[in-house]
T-cell receptor, first 115, second 114 residues
Framework: DTGVSQNPRHKITKRGQNVTFRCDPISEHNRLYWYRQTLGQGPEFLTYFQNEAQLEKSRLLSDRFSAERPKGSFSTLEIQRTEQGDSAMYLC?????????????FGPGTRLLVL | KNQVEQSPQSLIILEGKNCTLQCNYTVSPFSNLRWYKQDTGRGPVSLTI?????NTKSNGRYTATLDADTKQSSLHITASQLSDSASYICVVSQGSSNTGKLIFGQGTTLQVKP
């Protein structure tokens, strides 16, 4: 499978615990994005990497959230001291720019439930 | 404020019928507009992408239109199938953004019934 993969697919945790999600992008893609999607809404941008550099972070990404892409390949998104409001689908997407066009390919997402 | 709004919020149609989904945006400067299909519990999958100069793009039974003057787009689905049941998301990319950050609509949930 050469698509974007995410692990785990589902995560249930208690409030206050830390969680970490992983995203493996399509191998030749140098751009990687994290989004959060709540029920009935479109995805909201969280952060973006070009290779290993984190170039942009949304104000939605509070201090409890941190993302890394240490070798410019896979990425992790960690949420510390989870809150019930963090319950959502966390989507990862990767892309490579061709001219002025860029298509982001999404992974299946990690669904987080904070009890 | 850069926004993408879609209508209707949800839609139920019978198998074999056609339907049209609407998207209005207030994103400036505009780079391109895409329609994504998102099956329940899955990530979005790109259906079409249109730049400023393109006003129609087809992908099988899906046809997207774009009116850059009125900042409106539509997605027309012909001869619907049960597998078309999904959320359809309109996404606009800002021309000034070097990051490729996309602005998503809230989606239209389509249910095709037999």
């Amino acid at each position: 499978d050469t698509g974007v993969s995410q692990n785990p697919r589902h995560k249930i945790t208690k409030r206050g615990q830390n969680v970490t999600f992983r995203c493996d992008p399509i191998s030749e893609h140098n751009r990687l994005y994290w989004y959060r999607q709540t029920l009935g809404q479109g995805p909201e941008f969280l952060t973006y990497f070009q290779n290993e550099a984190q170039l942009e972070k949304s104000r939605l990404l509070s201090d409890r959230f941190s993302a890394e892409r240490p070798k410019g390949s896979f990425s992790t998104l960690e949420i510390q001291r989870t809150e019930q409001g963090d319950s959502a689908m966390y989507l990862c997407a990767s892309s490579t720019r061709t001219g002025s066009r860029e298509t982001q390919y999404f992974g299946p997402g990690t669904r987080l439930l904070v009890l | 404020k850069n926004q993408v709004e879609q209508s209707p919020q949800s839609l139920i149609i019978l198998e074999g019928k056609n339907c049209t989904l609407q998207c209005n945006y207030t994103v400036s400067p505009f780079s391109n507009l895409r329609w994504y299909k998102q099956d329940t519990g899955r990530g979005p999958v790109s259906l079409t992408i249109m730049t400023f100069s393109e006003n129609t793009k087809s992908n099988g039974r899906y046809t997207a239109t774009l009116d850059a003057d009125t900042k409106q787009s539509s997605l027309h689905i012909t001869a619907s199938q049960l597998s078309d049941s999904a959320s359809y998301i309109c996404v606009v990319s800002q021309g000034s953004s070097n990051t490729g950050k996309l602005i998503f609509g809230q989606g239209t949930t389509l249910q095709v019934k037999p």
